[in-house]
């Protein structure tokens, strides 16, 4: 099929199939999936600035899909997430003026590669530990079946008592998040949390969502399975911002992005439905991977000089 | 148990049927038409592309989320 606006030849169904798992990742975790849509979308040609624009206008179709089912799962917590969506898209400015400086600099592509590999197995490593302890703590007591509403709310983390403390920091304003579980936390702190996640994602490129997800968890203290559901919420926001930016550079084939949505409309069902047979920890546990994938791309890349 | 999974796998694997005939004629139809329309306004008007860019993706998936909802019931009514 033929794409007019950034003149590639792609296979429909390959990116159909693309989108339908990205679309799966996205629903269950909360994140875009700009890590595999981005190398996917160019080893089938398409230029680097396209497969940015391209995948963000998708992510913000596939976030619809997943945030209106985990919505409709009672996983959305809507105030959060608007009060992150500004955080971010401020994180994401700032992140984009950092890469301009590096760039004049002369040293761009060693030290985003360097910072984004530390990040990626800090992440990991962090979410293995804490999830497994949790899991093996929890053993027995975790809620069986579906998991939603009220049970949603009930997870467990070992990380909590840094979380407590985090929430009993009195920086005024305070606010309650009362979708979420939270009776009162500072505001800064979501915005530092939703700000430093913007500042990763102008910073290395997508939707930082694998950053985001843990720290709102960690953090925040917001149940997993909200913190996917309203990450997605906030995804639509910032990424729609993004999409914008893009499109006026010239960036973004929306044709690709119509097609690959397609398959994601799927896919992000099945992802926010299947959040529901899944204790938190356990979906913490599931996530491990996805960070890791990132850094392998990066570390093929710094060693091949081939960007995937 | 098994049989409310096999039930469920039916549901979805019709609903996948009926969901990839549409989407076929959905790039047939709708694609073909404004591919041409969308590549003159991405060369003439950028800040009208970006926003039709926006709004096409949003409706396409508020529409998509409503088709497969509604398949998903119609199949499972039909299937119960």
Known sequence: ?308 | MKSDTAKTLRAFLIELAIYALLVVGYFFLVLHFLGGWLQQLEVHHRNTYGGVAILLIIGQAVVLENVTTLLLRLIRGRSE
């Open chain 1, 1 to 308: 099929m033929f794409f007019p606006i950034s003149g590639a030849h792609i296979s429909p169904i390959y990116l159909v199939i693309v989108g339908f798992l990205i679309g799966i990742l996205g629903g269950f975790f909360g994140v875009g999936g700009s890590f595999i849509a981005g190398p996917a979308l160019r080893a089938v040609g398409l230029d680097w600035n396209f497969a940015v624009g391209t995948d963000l206008a998708h992510i913000v179709g596939k976030s619809v899909v997943a945030a209106k089912r985990h919505r409709a799962l009672g996983n959305v917590d809507l105030r959060l997430g608007l009060i992150m969506a500004l955080g971010t898209i401020g994180g994401a400015e700032v992140g984009a003026q950092l890469i301009q400086m590096l760039k004049r600099a002369g040293n761009v592509n060693l030290v985003v590669s360097i910072v984004s590999i530390a990040v990626y197995l800090s992440i990991s490593t962090f979410m293995i530990w804490e999830s497994r302890k949790t899991l093996i703590s929890q053993k027995g007591r975790l809620p069986r079946g579906k998991i939603k509403g009220r049970k949603a709310k009930q997870d467990h983390s070992e990380f909590m008592h840094v979380t407590r403390a985090i929430q009993r920091l009195k920086i005024w304003p305070l606010i309650a998040l009362p979708a979420s579980g939270v009776k009162a936390i500072s505001l800064w702190i979501i915005l530092l949390v939703a700000f430093v996640g913007g500042l990763f994602s102008g910073f290395l490129g997508g939707g930082a969502g694998y950053i985001r997800m843990p720290s709102m968890v960690y953090v925040l203290g917001i149940p997993t399975h909200l913190a996917v559901g309203t990450d997605l919420f906030e995804i639509i926001i910032s990424a729609s911002y993004g999409t914008f930016t893009h499109a006026i550079k010239g960036n973004v084939d929306i044709l690709i992005a119509l097609v690959m949505h397609t398959g994601a409309a799927i896919g992000a069902q099945i992802g926010a439905i299947s959040t529901q047979y899944f204790a938190g920890p356990k979906i913490r546990l599931a996530f491990v991977p996805l960070p890791l994938i990132g850094a392998a791309i990066v570390i093929y890349t710094l060693m091949t000089g081939h960007k995937l």
